[in-house]
């Protein structure tokens, strides 16, 4: 067994400010001082790192965090790193933060590991163990430090408010004394955390909602919502990792489903696409064909766009316009809401760090069962296996 062992008398979680220009977020709110202090830890936060999410230093100095104004300082001192965007991850100034980086820090946030393999490897060179928070993997034990799964749940939400905010009509049904306004049509594509709660949320709103999954073991949750299920003869027992993610599928069985969608999508006032594959493109699922059928007017939330996209029109970050349709590629939506957004991700940062320390000390447990799924470098190596060999197939 491997392992990073900490001076027990003194750990130190670092908490930088997020410096990309379009992240709001903080990676450790004040309320969760208390508990990591509880278990031996000290809270570094750099100067106004919370501000953004509604949390002033004052809220922290009262929680028991110390402030520092220079983030060298946070590096040089803090023994763990948490951040939202991790260096790989953060293409304005992650370089910057990489240069801090020592043998014996521990940087925990999400990292992009597969699409960031230039800065995956100067970290391994650092020797820092580095930890991504989009792997940790779909099990009972990590159920409260799976970030994707909380912000997910927020960019479900913001989604169908997006969505509802751009169509040329409201999303429920009307009666007034000039006529009847029918209910939108809403077409929700996957049904992980995303996609249940943009299925919730369009519900409440009052719109008749129709889901869409390969898995066939969620229709009875898309239904228990009050969606219908758009039935198929495509899905499969074999489209879910051991993680509980979505597998990626042969180019046939693509194929197959732009067909199923395509006489729904044209019926469809507004479409929530949430399909991503750790690690891989996201589908497409949504052809330019499709596009051009459907109503005037129509949206497309594109959830899956920092990937490529759910559609073959989407562009990360932009709002395209085709056939007078718009296809929305947000990004980075839960950031919208950045104090409750903040909120959970702390918990899952607390409760990873929480998992990691013990007897004040900091053990990277290369055969923990949660671990040996999200540490991506260590001791001077990449030792994910994936991206391992991602970086080894880059080299040849």
Same mark, same amino acid.
């Given at each position: 067994?491997?392992?990073?062992? +900490? ?55 009262? *929680? ?56 995956? #490897? ?16 779909? +099990? ?50 996957? *049904? ?25 073991? /969620? ?17 499969? #027992? ?31 006032? *507004? ?40 559609? *073959? ?11 007078? /349709? ?48 999200? /540490? ?10 994936? +991206? ?9």
């Amino acid at each position: 067994m491997e392992s990073t062992d +900490i001076p027990s008398n003194n750990i130190i979680l670092g908490i930088p400010s997020e410096n990309h220009s379009q992240e709001r977020m903080v990676s450790l709110v004040p309320k969760n001082i208390t508990t990591l202090k509880q278990i031996g830890i000290e809270v570094v936060v750099e100067h106004d790192a919370g501000m953004r999410s509604g949390f002033s230093d004052e809220h922290y100095i009262e *929680a028991g965090a110390t402030i520092e104004t220079n983030r060298s300082e946070i590096f040089k001192s803090a023994h763990i790193i948490a951040q939202v965007r991790g260096p790989s991850k953060n293409s304005e100034s992650g370089q910057k933060d990489i240069v801090n980086l020592r043998n014996d820090h521990i940087i925990i946030g999400f990292l992009q590991p597969q699409f960031s393999l230039k800065e995956i #490897k100067q970290i391994a060179d650092k020797g820092s163990t580095s930890i991504a928070m989009e792997l940790i993997p779909r +099990i009972p034990k990590a159920q409260n430090m799976d970030a994707l799964s909380s912000l997910a749940n927020l960019s479900g939400y913001k989604a169908v408010l997006l969505a509802a905010s751009l169509m040329p009509k409201i999303f429920p049904l009307m009666m007034t004394a000039s006529g009847t306004l029918r209910p939108a049509k809403i077409l929700v594509i996957g *049904a992980g955390v995303a996609g249940l709660q943009a299925i919730a949320t369009a519900k409440r709103l009052g719109a008749l909602i129709t889901g869409y999954d390969i898995r066939p073991a /969620v229709k009875e949750q898309v239904e228990s919502l009050g969606a219908k299920f758009l039935e198929d003869d495509l899905s499969s #027992k074999e489209s879910e990792t051991k993680s509980g993610y979505a597998k990626e599928m042969p180019k046939e069985f693509y194929a197959n489903q732009q067909k199923l969608l395509l006489q729904e999508i044209s019926e469809t006032d *507004a479409i929530i696409t949430t399909a991503a594959i750790p690690g891989k493109k996201a589908p497409v699922l949504i052809t330019t064909e499709m596009v051009s059928n459907m109503k005037s007017g129509s949206v497309i939330v594109d959830l899956a766009a920092e990937t490529g996209g759910n559609c *073959a029109l989407t562009e990360a970050d932009k709002i395209i316009e085709h056939n007078n /349709v718009s296809i929305i590629g947000t990004t980075n939506l839960h950031s919208t809401v950045p104090k409750d957004a903040s909120q959970v991700y702390s918990n899952n940062i607390s409760n990873l760090v929480s998992h990691i320390v013990q007897n004040n000390n900091a053990e990277i447990n290369l055969e923990d069962s949660i671990l040996k799924e999200v /540490v991506v470098t260590h001791k001077g190596n990449i030792v994910h296996p994936l +991206i391992k060999d991602l970086s080894n197939s880059k080299k040849e």
